[in-house]
Each structure stands twice: as C-alpha cells, then as structure tokens.
C-alpha cells in the first residue's frame, strides 16, 4: 500500500472515530429519561432555534428543529421585540375565563440579549396562530434560556364533556407576549424563570421561560 492511502485510511478512520466520540446535536434528536409527568429535558449546546416536542410512551422526548417554513404563512412576524417595549396595541387572544396561575423560578436573572431573542422567536413562530397537535410541546432556545409554550391536553386526560379526546391548541404570538411581559414578569421580575399554567374549558397550557441543563424539566404536568 502506498504510503499516501496509509495516510488516507488513517485519516478517514481519526475522523470518523472523532465523530462517534463528541457527537453533534442535529435538527433531530432524542432524548430518554422523559414523561408527560415530569417533562422533559434540553440539554446546553444546542442550535438555536425552534424546536417540537413529543414524548413517547417509551419516555423518549422527540426534538425536531421548525424552519422558518414550518410557521404559519402570510402571517406577520415580530422582528424587533424587547421586555422593555409597549405592547399596549397587540390584541389578546384565547384567555377565556378560566384558571391562570403564574409560578416563579429561581430569582436569578437570565442573560437579557438571549431571553430578548428566544421570546422573539417563538412569538414569530406562533404568529396568528399556530397550532399544537395533543400532547406536543413548542420552545424557542437562544444560548442557555429556553421559552416554551406546552399543550397539555391529551386523549388520556381530554374526555368528553370537558374535552375533545386530544385536541389541538394553538399558541399565539401575541399571548406568548402578554403572558410573559405582563403575568410572568409582573410577578417573578423582568427576565427571571417563571411559567403560567392555564385551566378553562378544553384548555389546558403553558408558557413560560428558564434556562436549560440536566437539571431543568419542560412541560411536565406536575406544575399543576
């Protein structure tokens, strides 16, 4: 063999063995260690971006990174968004009448530019109107903070008269907006974790934001 292709099988095999060693995070990935109960886990280091969630009965959490494609079209996007603007004209959707209660984190302040930018997201992402199929989840990441909006409803705990065996919820941006400027941080303070858990008629949702790791849980129905 000529010293050339030594080097060249030499090479491929550092590299892929480099590879199997420090795997990368794509647009799909899975996680174990997941329930509807509990939630679900985002590790640090992933792309930024949008992501869909759902956890399997296997207690899998099923990651998949939204293109821009995947948001509702013709719909306009926010594109410069701040905690510190006034949103007073943006028009309030899907309160109903029900049960809202806001929960806060840990106090500590969360990276301001990296909240800024992953609410933006999933405010753009949810626009008009998206709609979030039984028992999917939603979240915008940017550096370690992550904000979320998670569907509760499921055919396992939606039946009739209450709910529609599994129906879909839609996230709009605009709630996103109001709920985590004016509830979430009314209560915890501007840019600090803290989530709302809403209750009427056959909703049954989340929105909130806190960084991520290990030891961070998503969308677990035991907030309630």
Not at 33 to 44: C, H, L, Q, R, Y
Not at 87 to 107: A, K, N, P, Y
Not at 192 to 199: C, I, N
Not at 204 to 220: A, I, L, Q, T, W
Request: hydrophobic share 30%; net charge negative.
């Amino acid at each position: 063999m000529h010293t050339s292709s030594i080097l060249m099988a030499a090479a491929l095999y550092t590299s892929t063995v480099t590879a199997l060693a420090t795997p990368q995070l794509s647009k799909r990935f899975s996680i174990p260690g997941a329930s509807n109960e509990d939630g679900f886990t985002i590790p640090k280091g992933i792309q930024p971006g949008t992501y869909e969630v759902f956890i399997d009965e296997a207690g899998i959490a099923h990651h998949t990174q939204l293109a821009g494609g995947d948001k509702p079209k013709n719909e306009p996007r926010v594109d410069q968004i701040s905690a510190n603007d006034d949103v007073s004209g943006l028009d309030r959707r899907q309160e109903g009448t029900g049960l809202r209660f806001i929960t806060c984190g840990d106090s500590k302040e969360m990276d301001r530019g990296s909240t800024d930018d992953a609410v933006r997201d999933l405010v753009n992402q949810c626009g008009n109107g998206r709609q979030v199929q039984s028992g999917h989840h939603i979240y915008s990441v940017r550096g370690n903070v992550a904000v979320f909006y998670c569907n509760y409803v499921t055919i396992a705990n939606s039946p009739p008269p209450f709910g529609v065996w599994g129906t879909p919820q839609t996230c709009y941006g605009d709630r996103v907006w109001n709920i985590i400027v004016s509830d979430i941080s009314g209560k915890c303070g501007s840019f600090k974790p803290g989530w709302s858990e809403d209750v009427y008629a056959k909703q049954k949702n989340s929105v909130g934001y806190h960084e991520v790791g290990g030891d961070k849980n998503f969308c677990g129905e035991g907030h309630f």
